[in-house]
């Protein structure tokens, strides 16, 4: 089976894993995990790429013409003349250079990432993904496949809008005696350049489905027929003649005369006018050059296409910076072209301008730039197929599943829906409208790269050497500054609501998608600042009034109740599992990381919030002592709790690693609460690898160690919570209960800097008792008890001794700031009426005194110090079974263990039998012991 565990807890882990258990076999014992298992079994490990053929392209035909063709397209010859005369020839430079520094650094920091390692399908997805980790990855592709679709819907509309104009005027408008054309259209131009951008895409649609082979044949012929028509466009403006040209907004004709270089002066400067291609029919440099920046979206072309390359890690930086270098090279000497022989009026009114300004016929222009978008629009719509199957490939969202691919096929499902979208955005706009749109994403999306380049950098991993070398993390962190600067500049509206579109994205994957092992650079950061504040922690040592639990459980016989009852009581401290595999670390070792990752799929399909660690060890004992003796950096370890051992004894087990085989099995079929399938009982591996005489040998070091002991017993299998977690056991009971030690506080309590030996156990019950009180969202109440010892039968010797201790309680509550819903205290009268155990005891000293004839007045109530270990824990268990009616969980000190501690196999057994015996149909209950002797609770500011 093959559970999917949410994201979010595999980040909070910060690990991925497979929780399929089909991925192991066992050789000799161990588990085996080589890939050579796996694809011998029937797993196959192939990776997704190009076809059975293996990729094809080289840098020209895979990366510098599909770049170019997209550079140099619709943009250069519908919009660079209409933008030239709105802002001027200087103003074009500018932002020429602006744009250029831009897509150079882009490109840069591409030829970073994508020589660090071998690239696969999906672009700037897949670079991102597998860099910055699957949510933010693939809310980046998600963005950038619509940002693709958005693009091949531009420029559809480009090639429609240019045979609208070249060819179809509305009926209404041109009469036939001021058009060159015998045709015209009698709807509207909108909707006839919208029916030719949709037959276009369908054409588009159709060569997609038959892959890159056929679109790398038709680049070819395209690219040529363009660059050829760019140069012709060129030539015909430097050669003086004169043509017709058709104002677009005026709806009339009028002629043109080329005369290069006279006009540059006419066309240096800004000479905005009121154009409906602008927002409101106002145009400015912004409005201007957000129409115009499409021109950069192109750069990322050759990355969409690497795993059709033969050698994507040289062919994407060279191609790229070559058709970027020469692109540029084209605008410039185009708008120097245009801006010396053009005259402004010509400018402005005619968009079409670069076209019918060709000499003899126009017709050379219109096919170059005619086959230029078409070969844009089958480029962008092959590119953004690809994200989107890469995606898929991913199993990112399960919404995605139907759009997955064969590997080695063309992605027809993807180019289905990239189609269907790109049709709607065709059908909603024109290409002023589409442009802003395209820009923003378009930038956004190169700003992230950028900033994952940099931040690559900064952090020093060494295992980021891309073969690349020219970069840095300057050259990245200007990069992102520049192309996030522009799109706030351009389009401050549709970039924010990009960037909302990306939390949005980003969140839902944090939440639902599955975990991927593919590294994440947000991981390294949070390594990297958690590293810095340690060492900074190192030195200092933590104050009283900043004292929370950080537990070390130790899996001997843990259940999953205990597990949430320590999820809960650690308030924001740390959380960890530690097991210890007893043996030869030699010949167990196999079963270390898959029970590593066994208990990292129980934490997070339960949502408890824990790090796991296991380790195998010579001795459990010394495996045990070395975890709970870890911890530095500030963040070692004050509170360790030890499961009592459960009804698996240790001498029932054969050895060898058949057991932890096993219990990797169990805890990795543990299946996440799913309300509609009712409830269900957890349960967790029961091995112990402690012996009993270990056990409390344990438990005594422990305590030496000076740390906080909880004995838990009784906390069950859990319960779901509201939010699908696990919850401790009985949480919807209304108390927990604080047993305090028996006459444990002294008159001048909380008064002190520093806490009694005799009353730090007491401060310690009443600490963890009130941090679960907090975490459960206060929804029970504390109950503090208490037995004093007062040997007075009379009421009235009694209700004093009564009052007396709980004043002493109160004042403690108080000074701990806790307010106790009930304070109870018992004498010992009344404990001879709760506990048929003491009663007999206290008979048995009544007997003893008769027998000596002991007429001193003694008191027949017995001393509960003295009291055997057996008759103590049954006598305490008596008590607290008479007030737990409405108990969630128990604090109660931890029956001595003895300055030496149990020595010897019969005194552990009888040790442990004792705590059984107390423990023994009680709620959940936590035995508390501590060696600690700094204060947990402060009283000051």
């Known amino acids: 089976m093959s559970e999917k565990v949410p994201l979010l807890f595999g980040r909070r882990a910060g690990v991925a894993f497979d929780t399929s258990i089909d991925n192991y076999a066992f050789e000799d014992g ?45 943009v250069l ?37 994508v020589t660090n390692g071998k690239t696969q399908a999906g672009g700037i997805y897949f670079i991102v993904s597998r860099t910055l980790g699957p949510a933010f990855g693939g809310g980046m592709g998600f963005l950038y496949w619509g940002g693709y679709t958005v693009a091949v819907a531009f420029y559809a509309l480009g090639l429609g809008t240019l045979c609208q104009q070249t060819f179809l005027p509305p009926c209404s408008s041109f009469q036939s005696e001021t058009s060159d054309s015998a045709l015209c259209s009698p709807i509207d131009e909108r909707w006839t350049a919208t029916l030719i951008a949709s037959a276009v895409l369908f054409v588009g649609f159709i060569i997609s489905l038959c892959g890159a082979s056929s679109k790398s044949t038709v680049d070819k012929v395209f690219f040529t027929v363009q660059m050829l028509s760019t140069v012709y466009a060129v030539a015909s403006l430097v050669v003086p003649h004169t043509f017709h040209a058709y104002s677009t907004s005026a709806a009339e004709a009028f002629n043109v005369t080329t005369a290069f270089p006279d006009m540059f002066e006419e066309n240096l400067f800004p000479d905005f006018t009121s154009d409906k291609s602008c927002p409101d029919s106002h145009c400015s440099f912004q409005s201007v050059a957000a129409i115009l920046f499409p021109m950069f979206t192109g750069i990322m072309q ?19 910076l070559a058709a970027v270098n020469s692109a540029a090279l084209t605008y410039l000497v185009v708008a120097i072209a245009l801006a010396g022989s053009l005259p402004r009026a010509a400018l402005h009114g005619d968009q079409n301008i670069l076209i019918n300004s060709a000499m003899y016929s126009v017709y050379p222009v219109f096919i170059g730039v005619a086959f230029s978008a078409a070969s844009s629009t089958l480029g962008n719509l092959y590119g953004a197929s690809k994200v989107l199957d890469a995606m898929a490939q991913d199993e990112l969202l399960g919404v995605l599943k139907p759009f997955k691919g064969r590997i080695g096929r063309a992605p027809r499902a993807a180019v289905a829906l990239t189609w269907v979208l790109a049709q709607a955005t065709v059908c909603a706009g024109k290409i002023d409208d589409v442009a802003p749109i395209l820009t923003s994403i378009f930038l956004l999306a190169w700003a992230v790269l950028n900033l994952t380049c940099a931040i690559l950098t900064s952090l020093g991993t060494p295992n980021f050497r891309p073969r690349w070398k020219y970069f840095s993390k300057r050259t990245a962190a200007c990069g992102f500054a520049i192309s996030f600067g522009i799109a706030l500049f351009l389009d401050w509206r549709n970039t924010l609501v990009g960037i909302m579109l990306l939390s949005v994205l980003t969140t839902y994957l944090v939440l639902f998608a599955p975990a991927q092992d593919w590294g994440s650079v947000s991981r390294e950061l949070m390594f990297y600042q958690i590293r810095k504040y340690a060492v900074q922690l190192g030195g200092e040592k933590q104050h009283a009034k900043f004292w929370r639990p950080s537990i070390l459980v130790l899996a001997e016989s843990p259940t999953p109740g205990l597990l949430a009852f320590c999820n809960k009581v650690k308030k924001g401290g740390l959380l960890v599992i530690g097991h210890v595999v007893p043996g030869d670390p ?39 002592q070395l975890m709970a003796g870890m911890g530095s950096l500030g963040m070692a370890f004050n509170t360790v709790v030890l499961p009592m051992p459960g009804r698996a004894r240790l001498e029932d087990f054969p050895g060898g690693v058949g057991q932890y085989r096993k219990a990797a099995r169990e ?64 949480s919807d009971k209304k108390f927990i209960d604080v047993w305090l030690p028996p006459d444990t506080l002294e008159s001048d309590v909380g008064g002190r800097s520093r806490a009694s030996s005799r009353e730090t156990l007491s401060y310690l019950v009443v600490q963890l008792g009130e941090t679960l009180r907090m975490a459960m969202n206060h929804r029970h109440g504390i109950r503090i008890f208490q037995v004093v010892q007062s040997y007075s039968l009379d009421a009235v010797g009694q209700q004093v001794a009564v009052d007396e201790a709980s004043i002493l309680i109160n004042e403690f509550a108080d000074a701990c700031r806790v307010i106790p819903k009930q304070v109870t205290v018992f004498t010992l009268a009344d404990l001879k009426e709760r506990s048929a155990t003491y009663r007999q005891a206290c008979d048995e000293r009544a007997h003893k005194n008769s027998v000596n004839h002991d007429s001193t007045g003694r008191s027949d109530l017995a001393n509960i110090r003295k009291l055997k270990k057996h008759a103590l824990a049954r006598t305490r268990k008596e008590l607290m079974k008479s007030t737990t009616a409405d108990t969630m969980q128990l604090f109660v000190s931890l029956l001595d263990l003895g300055p030496g501690g149990a020595k010897g196999t019969t005194a552990a057994d009888e040790y442990i039998h004792e705590l059984a015996t107390m423990t023994k149909g009680l709620p959940p209950v936590s035995l508390v012991a501590t060696g600690a002797t700094e204060a947990i609770i402060s009283d000051g500011l």
């Open 30 to 74: 161990c588990l085996d995990t080589s890939e050579d298992y796996r694809h011998n079994h029937g797993r196959s490990t192939k990776k997704r790429g190009g076809g059975g053929d293996g990729p094809k392209l080289g840098t020209i035909s895979g990366c510098t013409i599909p770049v170019l063709q997209n550079i140099i397209g619709i």
């Open 77 to 113: 010859f519908l919009r660079l003349p209409w933008a030239l005369g709105q802002v001027g020839l200087i103003a074009v430079i500018v932002a020429f250079v602006i744009g250029q520094l831009m897509s150079v650094l882009t490109v840069l920091s591409l030829s970073a990432l």
């Open 302 to 320: 050759g990355a969409n296409l690497s795993v059709d390359m033969k050698n994507p890690n040289r062919s994407i930086p060279m191609g790229t």
């Open 586 to 624: 030699i010949a167990v070792h196999c079963v270390v990381g898959p029970l590593q990752q066994g208990w990292q799929h129980f934490l997070h399909a339960t949502r408890i919030e824990a790090l796991t660690q296991v380790a195998a060890s010579p001795t459990a004992l010394g495996g045990y």
């Open 667 to 730: 805890l990795l079929e543990t299946q996440t609460f799913r309300r509609k399938a009712g409830p269900k009982t957890l349960t967790l591996p029961d091995i112990p690898a402690l012996t009993s005489t270990e056990w409390c040998e344990c438990l005594h070091d422990l305590i030496a160690m000076r740390k906080n002991v909880l004995v838990a017993a009784n906390h069950g299998s859990g319960s779901e919570g509201r939010n699908g977690g696990l919850m401790p056991d009985l």
